[in-house]
């Protein structure tokens, strides 16, 4: 019976044994690495606010840089006119809508467009000083990860106001 | 960041769970305890993942589940006070031939289950054991006075 326990015992020992012990430590450190990295907020889901300023008006968007497939997220543009904006346009980049479904948009436009490609979203004028805030809510489909474009533009109907450019990274 | 959190939270959760329920009911395991363990799963899986459905996703929440199991195990291998809180001790339930009642009401052992244990163990009666321990793992081991 104890023949079985002693020829184990008595064997040298495998090198796979210490061979395992560091590919463990490696695995381990690789594992504390990804999770300073998701604390950090490389992984996603970090909003950060870009600005834009133009004579007529300041723009900001505030959303995430990075996000990941399935998640909800919010993009928030703030804008303010400094001088009357008849016909504020909001110009998305082609990126937006591109696997990402659109659960709501707040206010709503009074119409929406298309030039060249490019989602176009038209609102009420905008007196001097007056403020509006637009809502974006979305959801990343899991299916289309990559890099595309978030940049937006204000228009005053086709003539540019104010621009602010930004990517968004979908992780897989 | 968010994931890091709700993973490290569902993690110490589950430990204040398993501590608080006793390891006898986890050691054995009814069909309606096992149905349960699966209905939590799935909870835990909602908490902690919510709507993420990427890969990336998985790969932190697990990364960090792997470093609180490393890291608990070596803080209970290294600090023997807290092995108690994170492992818990060892119960003797027989000592010296004698029924530990106080121990087995706490635990929640019936005299028929210890018996039921022990012929698991090919012991023939609870006369013939000296020493039976309910170890951290929920098993119960024995110690024959033969």
Known sequence: MTELFEQVAQRPESRSLTGGLWARRVTMTAFGVIAALALAGVFGQEGTTTRAQGPQARMSLGAPRTVRGGVFFQARVELRALRAIEHPRLVLGRGWVEGLQVNSIEPSAASESSRDGRLVLSYDGLKAGDRMTVWFQFQVNPTQPGRRDLSIELDDAEQPVARVSRKLTVMP | ?146
């Open chain 2, 1 to 146: 960041m968010d994931l890091v959190f709700r993973a490290t939270f569902v993690f110490f959760l589950i430990l204040v769970v398993t501590r608080a329920v006793g390891r006898r009911e986890l050691g054995q395991m009814e069909p309606f305890d096992f149905i349960l363990l699966i209905v939590i799963g799935d909870l835990v899986q909602q908490g902690v993942t919510q709507s993420d459905q990427s890969l990336t996703g998985a790969t932190i929440v697990i990364a960090t589940m792997c470093l609180l199991t490393v890291g608990t195990a070596y803080v209970s291998f290294r600090f023997r006070r807290l092995r108690p809180l994170l492992e818990g001790d060892p119960i003797v339930l027989i000592a010296g031939g004698e029924l530990q009642e106080r121990a087995l009401r706490r635990q929640r052992i019936t005299d028929d289950e210890l018996a039921a244990e022990a012929r698991l163990q090919q012991i023939g009666s609870l006369g013939d054991v000296r020493f039976a321990i309910l170890e951290s793992s929920g098993k119960i081991s024995f110690v024959t006075k033969s």
